[in-house]
């Protein structure tokens, strides 16, 4: 039997090169070996609160941009997370078997509760259990956010998923779901759940680095390229991209500014491109301008049919309808039965 490979993104927004390089490349190259299930977290984009008006298009635009990108429904389970009430369902059981001071020490809480209470620290010390003890109900840390793991541990094991491609972002939440398993399996003495893994495709998980010279592309850090950029804003951005003064003597070291621009270079050109600017920069001859050009060219090349696709794909609802219904359906049939064998095991049995 095939391994279960399962993974999602939050409905906060349109895709960019680091979701596509980071989640997205990857999950289109398992579906042909994998028994594959992509989903889009809505329920998880909850916890901070989107604009309800946008909320629907949010997800549409994801579940667009999944297939635009070349996810074929045919070979995976494309689903929406709110269309498996089973995923609520074992999120209130699991939740029975999980420690609050363990979710509170989790990373992306702290990083969540502190932009929630307007705390600036992202000192690891500071007391920020303390903080959120004492605030009024005018300035929460929302629940939701808290049990955020509990949630994504629940997408996980509901499916069975043994491999589960994510960023290196993700990791502490992959640890804590493994956590849980092994926890809920040794209490009630089963085997009910796998270990799911991180998955990459040999070498280290991708970090796509953004274009003002800091460190990750990111929705929250405003440094994004998308998927969905139209050609002129996208060559836009990559030729405001910010460098240095160039190199002053021979073989000097890259800052990293430049470093990122060559990490998107690697990304998205052939290594014979790659080799001709890194020539270029060891004996000074380079030109950022030069680099710039091809590397807007070599990232259009990939963005561009996603682009076109994605338009069309957006404005077809009845496919779109068709394709997460099935996707619902299947997803839900195989909820269903570990959500029956979770009721079991716990003793809840129905009367009638
Ligand atoms: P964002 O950080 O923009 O809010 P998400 O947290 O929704 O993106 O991430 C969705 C998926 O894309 C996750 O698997 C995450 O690890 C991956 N991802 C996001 N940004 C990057 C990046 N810059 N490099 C590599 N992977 C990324
Ligand atoms: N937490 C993930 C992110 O922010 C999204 C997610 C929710 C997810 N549930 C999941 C990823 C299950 C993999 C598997 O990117």
Redesign the pocket.
């Known amino acids: 039997m095939k391994e279960v490979v399962?993974?999602?993104?939050?409905s906060t927004g349109n895709l960019h090169l680091g979701n596509y390089f980071g989640a997205l490349s990857k999950f289109v190259r398992m579906q042909n070996d994998y028994d594959c299930l992509f989903f889009i977290?809505d329920l998880?984009a909850l916890t901070t609160h989107p604009d309800p008006k946008s909320l629907h298009g949010n997800v549409k635009d994801i579940i667009a941009e999944y297939l635009a990108a070349g996810l074929d429904p045919e070979k995976a389970t494309i689903f929406v997370q709110s269309d498996v009430p089973e995923i609520p369902e074992l999120y209130l059981l699991l939740n029975m078997h999980v420690g609050i001071g363990e979710l509170m020490r989790t990373a992306s809480f702290k990083d969540k509760a502190r932009k929630a209470l307007g705390i600036k620290s992202d000192n690891d010390n500071d007391d920020i259990e303390k903080e959120i003890i004492g605030t009024d109900s005018n300035k929460r840390v929302n629940a939701g956010l808290l049990t955020y793991p509990t949630l994504?541990a629940v997408?996980?094991l509901i499916q069975k998923a043994h491999k589960?491609p994510?960023g290196k972002d993700?990791e502490q939440?992959l640890e804590l779901t493994r956590r849980f398993a092994r926890r809920f399996n040794s209490f009630y003495g089963v085997d009910l759940f796998p270990e799911p893994t991180n998955f990459d495709f040999g070498g280290a998980p991708v970090k796509v680095p953004g274009l003002d010279g800091s460190g990750k592309m990111g929705k929250s850090e405003g440094n994004c390229i998308y998927l969905a950029d139209e050609e002129k804003v996208l060559r836009k951005k990559v030729m405001r991209a910010v460098t240095d003064e160039g190199p002053q003597a021979p073989n000097s070291p890259m800052a990293q500014p430049v470093q990122n621009l060559f990490t998107l270079l690697e990304l998205t050109s052939t290594p014979d491109v790659v080799k001709h600017f890194t020539d270029a920069y060891a004996d000074c001859s380079i030109r950022y301008g030069d680099l710039k050009k091809q590397l807007a060219e070599d990232i259009l090349k990939i963005t561009l049919p996603i682009r076109e696709r994605y338009l069309e794909i957006r404005d077809n609802d009845e496919y779109i309808a068709r394709v997460v219904k099935q996707g619902a359906e299947r997803a839900r049939e195989r909820a269903a039965k570990t959500l029956a064998e979770v009721r079991d095991v716990m003793g809840i049995k129905r009367f009638w």
Request: aromatic share 0%.
């Open positions: 399962l993974s999602g993104i939050r977290a998880h994504m997408d996980i589960v994510v993700q939440h």
